[in-house]
């Protein structure tokens, strides 16, 4: 089995595309030597797997990590993927991406409309605004970036992750995106 150092070398040419902007999703802080970039399905249980990790490496790290999440639904094998990361860019709208990032892969197996129209009442949104912006489409064009944009980086399934800027391929486990980390904090520090 190759290591993660070996594994994070040989991806070194997969570099994202784009780099982090201002349009992304990103919890703080912005100036973290170490960036984790997650293209995810909020339909995919695979992406679901994944965020304990994430979330105990943002407890370690803390100031450390700057964690970002870009949208990548697999409109092939997850039929409600597309409309519920619409409904998370809905309620990002209303400063409350993270909190409906949050609830959705609480319910993954409940992302029907109906079910995605009770959510923003529970989390306190203006549930008026969410259902205008759902019934236009009004952030379709944004997840569309975030699906161009994994095209772009080489993504082909969720989750995916890149760390500063280079694809990852290694497990998703804690202790392999930990190692992985360390690698990259001590190719920084060079």
Request: net charge negative; hydrophobic share 40%.
């Amino acid at each position: 089995m190759q290591s993660e150092k070996a594994m994070l070398r040989n991806e070194s040419a997969i570099q994202l595309t784009p780099s982090v902007t201002d349009h992304d999703h990103v919890q703080v802080p912005n100036d973290a030597p170490l960036t984790l970039l997650l293209y995810g399905d909020y339909e995919c249980p695979y992406t679901r797997k994944s965020l304990p990790a994430v979330h105990a490496l943002q407890q370690r790290l803390a100031d450390q990590l700057r964690f970002v999440f870009r949208n990548f639904p697999l409109l092939t094998i997850h039929p409600h993927a597309l409309r519920a990361a619409e409904a998370a860019e809905a309620a990002g709208a209303q400063g409350q991406f993270w909190v409906m990032h949050q609830e959705l892969f609480r319910h993954q197996r409940e992302l029907s409309d109906t079910s995605l129209h009770e959510y923003p009442q529970a989390l306190g949104l203006d549930t008026t605004r969410f259902a205008q912006d759902m019934a236009t489409h009004a952030h379709l064009d944004r997840v569309r970036a975030d699906v161009e944009s994994g095209i772009a980086s080489g993504v082909e399934s969720t989750p995916t992750f890149f760390i500063n800027g280079r694809r990852y391929l290694g497990s998703y486990e804690l202790e392999a995106l930990q190692a992985a980390l360390k690698v990259e904090f001590e190719r920084a520090e060079r």
